[in-house]
C-alpha cells in the first residue's frame, strides 16, 4: 500500500506553473527553498497559524494505530470480527471504493494534501482526497446532542496555549479510520490535539473514544510536514471509474 | 449539478431543506440584528482590516431559468448548429447523460448555486458547497495556467476592482454541461463579479466566454442572499444511490419519444395562459406566475412572463414533459382550460389557470 500510495502522489504531479508558484509569505533560506524550521506564524490574535498545505507522514494509511503496543488497541469482540473480516476481504466493502467519503480521521492518514484555512470563527480543511472539506467551529459553540451523523462528524474547536483542541462527534455509524478497517461508529468522540511546532511541521495528537467499538480510548500521534509552493489538484472520484467491478474480495 | 433538476416547480420546492436540531439553527455570530433579535440583512456590508469587502458568509444563489437554458440571450444564429442540436437531444433524453447523474461535479462557478460558504483568507477565497464539494480563487498573484491539465472545476485567481471581486477562470474539460444540456468546448472561460450591495444580498454577473461554440460573450445576472443562523449540511453524492440504473432511455425509447408526438397548434393555443402556483413551501406568501406560452408547434413555460422560455415536450395531446417533472393539461366539460397538474418529485401540484396571457 504504502508503494502504491508513493507512486499515485509521484503520478499526480504535473502541469506547469499553477503548481509551481511560490507560496506568498513562506520564509526562505537564501537558496529561496523555503524554511521548514522558522518559526510557526501567528495570527493577528496572537494565535498560531496553522495555514498551509500539508501532507501527513507516510505510513499509517493502512494503519493508523501501528504505532501502538499490544493491549493499547481492544476491540469489543463484534468489533473484532468485522475487522477481521474487513482485513480478510481485502477492504473489499470500502465505503471509499464507492467514491462516499473518507471522513475523519482517515483524511489524515491517506497520502493526500490537504489546506487549512484559517478564517473568521472557523477554521476549514481542504482535503484533495474525493474534493471534502470539514469545518472546525471556533466560535464557543457546544457540539450537536443529537446529530445528523456524517462522514466528517461535527468538530469544535478551543485553543490550550499554543495547542488547537478539536473535538468531534456526530459520525457515521460505518466508518473506517483507515484504509485497513479499523472501524468507528455513531458513539465516536474524537478528541484531536494541533500543535504547530515550527514553520514546516504539526504534531497531531488523536485520542478515539468509541465505547462500542473499542474497550477504552486509545491514541495515536501522526505529523504533518507542510508543503509550499503548490496547490491542490482536482481529484474527482468518480471520473474514468474501472475499480468496482475487481473489489472482489473473499 | 442539482441545477440541472431544477425547473419552475423545483426551484421552489428545493428551499425544503431538512431541519436537524440545534446545530442548524445555531445564530451565526457577527451578524447585526434588530432589537428582536433578526438578522438585519439590509445593514452595509462588512470590511475585513484591509478595507475590502468581507464576502464571508453562508448564501444561496439560484440561476433561474437560466438553469435550464443559460444561453437563453443568444439568438440561435449565435450558437454552433451542432451544440443547439445536442442539447434539443439532451432536453429529449432528459439528461440521461449529465454528468450530475454520476456524482460528477460541474465547473467551480456553478458552486453559487444553490446553498454555498464563502471563506475570505489572504491567499484564497475559499467557497463550500454542499454539492459540489470546495472550490478555491486563488488571490496569491498568480496568473491563470497557459496550458492547464483540463479539471471538472477549472482553476479559478481572483482581485479587486474598487468593491467589485472579479473572478477569472479557465482550464475546464469539455465535459461538463453549462445547463440542462448545453456543451462548452476546453477554450471556455468565465468572468464573475461579486459585489455585495448589503449584508444581506450580493450581486453576481457571470459571463461566459468560448468562442469555439459560442458567436459572442453571455451573461446571466445571479442575485445572492445571505442565509443566516444555520449551517451547510453533508452531501454525499455515492452515498445510497439508486438512480443511476432508472436511466435506461434506448434509441427505441427515443423513437416513441416526443420527437414523434406532434400536438396541432390549435390545441396548444389552448393551453396558453396565465397560470398561477402556490409556493407549499410559503402557503400564505404571494403565488407564482407561471405563463405558457407556444411558438409555432412548441408549447413553452416561462416565470412571471420573463426570463428563458423553457420548451415543454409533448408526451400527448394533454401530457408534457420537461426534465424533472411532468405537466398535465385539464379542461372542463365544456373544453376550456382550467388547470395543469405538475408533477415533480416532490408530489403533485395542481396549478390554476388565471387568465390569457397579456397581449
Not at chain 2, 248 to 262: A, P
Request: with cysteine; aromatic share 10%.
Amino acid at each position: 500500500m504504502k508503494t502504491i500510495a508513493v507512486l499515485i502522489v509521484a503520478a499526480s504531479i504535473a502541469p506547469a506553473q499553477w503548481l509551481d508558484f511560490p507560496t506568498p509569505g513562506v520564509p526562505r533560506l537564501a537558496d529561496g527553498k523555503p524554511n521548514l524550521t522558522a518559526p510557526a506564524p501567528k495570527t493577528a490574535d496572537g494565535k498560531p497559524d496553522l495555514s498551509g498545505i500539508w501532507v501527513t507522514k507516510a505510513g499509517y494509511t493502512g494503519n493508523i494505530a501501528r504505532d501502538l503496543k499490544p493491549g493499547e488497541l481492544s476491540f469489543q469482540p463484534w468489533a473484532s470480527e468485522v475487522y477481521k473480516h474487513r482485513q480478510e476481504t481485502q477492504g473489499k466493502d470500502d465505503p471509499q471504493a464507492y467514491c462516499v467519503l473518507s471522513g475523519v480521521p482517515r483524511e489524515h492518514v491517506v497520502p493526500y494534501p490537504f489546506k487549512i484555512l484559517n478564517t473568521n470563527g472557523m477554521i476549514v480543511i481542504l482535503y484533495e482526497a474525493l474534493h471534502s472539506y470539514r469545518q472546525i467551529y471556533m466560535d464557543g459553540r457546544k457540539l450537536p446532542k443529537d446529530p445528523n451523523p456524517t462522514w466528517m462528524g461535527y468538530s469544535i474547536g478551543r485553543w490550550e496555549g499554543d495547542t488547537l483542541v478539536v473535538d468531534s462527534a456526530g459520525f457515521v455509524d460505518n466508518n473506517w479510520l483507515d484504509n485497513g478497517g479499523h472501524m468507528g461508529t455513531e458513539a465516536m468522540k474524537l478528541t484531536e490535539r494541533f500543535h504547530r511546532r515550527d514553520y514546516g511541521h504539526i504534531d497531531l495528537q488523536i485520542t478515539v473514544d468509541d465505547p462500542k467499538a473499542y474497550t477504552k480510548p486509545w491514541t495515536v500521534k501522526l505529523e504533518f510536514t507542510a508543503t509550499p509552493d503548490t496547490d491542490l489538484i482536482e481529484y474527482v472520484c468518480d471520473e474514468n471509474e474501472k475499480d468496482l467491478v475487481h473489489l472482489v474480495g473473499r | 449539478m442539482r441545477v440541472h433538476v431544477r425547473l419552475f416547480a423545483a426551484s421552489v420546492l428545493a428551499l425544503c431543506v431538512p431541519a436537524s436540531a440545534q446545530w442548524l439553527k445555531y445564530k451565526t455570530p457577527g451578524i447585526p440584528r434588530t432589537a428582536d433579535g433578526r438578522p438585519e440583512l439590509t445593514a452595509a456590508a462588512p470590511k475585513t482590516a484591509d478595507g475590502k469587502p468581507d464576502l464571508s458568509g453562508i448564501w444561496r444563489g439560484d440561476p433561474g431559468g437560466y438553469g435550464v437554458n443559460v444561453a437563453a440571450d443568444l439568438k440561435p444564429s449565435e450558437i454552433q448548429p451542432w451544440a443547439e442540436k445536442l442539447y434539443k437531444q439532451r432536453l429529449e433524453d432528459m439528461g440521461k447523460d449529465s454528468p450530475s447523474y454520476r456524482c460528477l461535479p460541474g465547473i467551480g462557478p456553478y458552486v453559487i448555486f444553490g446553498m454555498f460558504k464563502i471563506l475570505q483568507t489572504p491567499n484564497a477565497m475559499g467557497f463550500l458547497s454542499e454539492f459540489n464539494g470546495s472550490r478555491q480563487v486563488l488571490t496569491d498573484g498568480r496568473p491563470l495556467p497557459e496550458d492547464p491539465n483540463p479539471t471538472w472545476q477549472g482553476y479559478s485567481v481572483g482581485h479587486w476592482e474598487g468593491d467589485t471581486f472579479v473572478v477569472e477562470s479557465a482550464g475546464f474539460n469539455d465535459q461538463t454541461w453549462l445547463d440542462i444540456g448545453h456543451p462548452h468546448s476546453e477554450e471556455l472561460r468565465v468572468t464573475e463579479r461579486f459585489h455585495r450591495k448589503d449584508f444581506g444580498h450580493m450581486d453576481v454577473k457571470m459571463t461566459f466566454s468560448d468562442p469555439k461554440i459560442y458567436a459572442r460573450p453571455f451573461s446571466i445576472d445571479v442575485e445572492l442572499e445571505l442565509v443566516p443562523d444555520t449551517e451547510l449540511l453533508e452531501y454525499v453524492c455515492n452515498e445510497n444511490e439508486q438512480s443511476l440504473k432508472h436511466f435506461v432511455i434506448t434509441e427505441e425509447d427515443r423513437k416513441q419519444s416526443r420527437t414523434n408526438v406532434k400536438v396541432a397548434p390549435e390545441i396548444l393555443s389552448k393551453y396558453a395562459g396565465v397560470y398561477e402556483m402556490q409556493n407549499p413551501e410559503d402557503p400564505k406568501g404571494k403565488p407564482i406566475s407561471i405563463w405558457i406560452l407556444t411558438e409555432g408547434d412548441q408549447l413553452l413555460t416561462q416565470m412571471n412572463g420573463a426570463g428563458p422560455k423553457i420548451p415543454l415536450a409533448a408526451q400527448s395531446a394533454t401530457v408534457f414533459s420537461l426534465l424533472g417533472g411532468t405537466v398535465i393539461f385539464a379542461t372542463d366539460d365544456k373544453g376550456a382550460v382550467t388547470h395543469f397538474t405538475m408533477q415533480a418529485v416532490e408530489g403533485d401540484f395542481k396549478v390554476p389557470r388565471k387568465g390569457d396571457l397579456p397581449k
